[in-house]
């Protein structure tokens, strides 16, 4: 593999970026898929961030009936607590982390990425976030859930300390709230350092969402 396995798209908020921030998309979406947000954020004119908006591979989705789509990880189970696709989710894990070595590589220090997702993203965001071996700006998880909850003692203690942005829609059907909670209370439990946000929306985002992510955003990367 090289280090673009992964195609992505890349949006600049100016010249020279000091930081980046790697935006994992949902199941069956693409990296377009949250690119319309960059401009919502309204993050400080002199903060210049590379965006990138990775596309997750094709893959049949058991939950789907087999159906193929971009995926992070087969889903076998509508109870997503149970089974988990671990080959699938080693082999994301290694591409996305690529991409993180991408940006070091382009100058960017560990502590000034940001790994984010939305859903299935979120989760990968965690899993990758948090395992790494120098900690990051910041972990940003969108309706999204620990991937494996008992695999709490396999996070770096390094990567504990990175700053967590969780946010979940309290009517949420797809990834419930109530599994969004006891993913952010085990992590809290583990020493991690969660900022734990509820909204009244289902499976998406919202503008109070979207404010506040900028916001943590900009206190992450100016910090």
């Not at 590379?50 to 058991?62: D, L, N, Q």
């Not at 992070?72 to 996305?96: C, F, M, P, V």
Request: charged letters at 15%; one cysteine or more; aromatic letters at 6%.
């Amino acid at each position: 593999m090289n280090l673009h396995a992964l195609p992505h798209i890349t949006v600049e908020t100016g010249p020279n970026p000091v930081a980046s921030i790697i935006w994992l998309h949902g199941l069956g979406a693409n990296g377009h898929d949250f690119e319309p947000i960059v401009p919502e954020l309204e993050l400080p004119a002199d903060l210049s961030v590379r965006f990138i908006f990775p596309h997750a591979p094709s893959m049949p989705v058991t939950l789907n009936g087999g159906y193929i789509m971009p995926a992070w990880y087969d889903i076998k189970q509508t109870d997503l607590g149970i089974e988990h696709d671990r080959d699938g989710i080693a082999e994301s894990a290694r591409n996305i982390q690529m991409l993180i070595e991408q940006e070091v590589l382009r100058g960017v220090k560990p502590e000034h990425i940001i790994l984010a997702g939305f859903s299935q993203g979120a989760a990968m965001a965690l899993h990758v976030g948090l395992r790494q071996d120098k900690p990051l700006a910041g972990i940003m998880a969108l309706s999204g859930y620990l991937l494996l909850p008992h695999d709490t003692a396999s996070f770096s203690e390094p990567a504990k300390a990175t700053s967590i942005f969780m946010a979940h829609g309290i009517n949420d059907t797809v990834v419930s709230h109530a599994l969004g909670d006891n993913s952010h209370r085990k992590l809290t439990d583990a020493g991690c350092q969660v900022e734990w946000h509820t909204y009244p929306m289902e499976h998406q985002v919202c503008p109070q969402e979207i404010k506040q992510i900028g916001e943590w955003i900009t206190k992450t990367l100016s910090g």
